[in-house]
């Protein structure tokens, strides 16, 4: 492993010691921009000109940070409390609460919010919705069904949004595409 990889996963270390909830909610936005960056390179790459959109950056970044960290977060801190692993079947319920319970509300609260950064009407927003809700939400559940197996279940409680928000790089490239459309 790089020195350079090294470094930055003891400061993470470090900040999530001192301040869990900032330091998720900071690597969300961060991360999240990253996906949205990708998305845009891809698109411009394919059309062969073009700016990057910093609305859309924007958007992403402040979903990230105000909404994934900090709501992942909390998220997880529940889970683990109200199905601990001592419960029989306890992976299978949490991966239920999670693809049946979190996922399809994220999906609303991700759409809802990024089309309203963008500028879009909430009529544009529903019609959106109803185009995409459903495509997106399975795909979600293709995607991150077994990454949330083994996040919600071998991934210790601290680096369970780091980990998701890695995997999310790809995802956020996924959204960032459809968001585009």
């Known amino acids: 492993m790089s020195d350079v990889i090294k470094?930055?996963?003891a400061g993470y270390v470090r900040m999530l010691k001192t301040d869990p909830l900032m330091t998720k909610a900071c690597t969300s936005g961060v991360l999240a921009i990253f996906g949205n960056v990708i998305a845009q390179w891809m698109r411009l790459r394919k059309q062969k000109g073009g700016s990057f959109n910093l609305r859309s950056l924007a958007s992403f970044w402040i979903f990230g940070t105000a909404f994934t960290g900090p709501i992942m977060h909390y998220f997880y801190v529940w889970m683990d409390r109200v199905v601990p692993t001592?419960?029989?079947?306890?992976?299978?319920?949490?991966?239920?609460?999670?693809?049946?319970v979190m996922a399809p509300l994220f999906m609303v609260l991700f759409f809802v919010v990024t089309n309203f950064l963008n500028g879009k009407s909430l009529k544009s927003t529903n019609a959106f919705l109803r185009q995409n809700f459903w495509p997106s939400l399975i795909m979600n559940w293709k995607v991150w069904t077994p990454v949330q197996y083994f996040n919600l279940t071998l991934?210790?409680?601290?680096?369970?949004?780091?980990?998701?928000?890695?995997?999310a790089v790809l995802w956020n490239t996924y959204l960032a595409v459809v968001s585009a459309s």
């Open 7 to 9: 470094a930055m996963l």
């Open 155 to 167: 991934v210790p409680l601290k680096y369970r949004v780091l980990f998701g928000n890695l995997v």
């Open 86 to 100: 001592t419960t029989p079947l306890y992976a299978w319920k949490r991966l239920a609460l999670d693809r049946l």
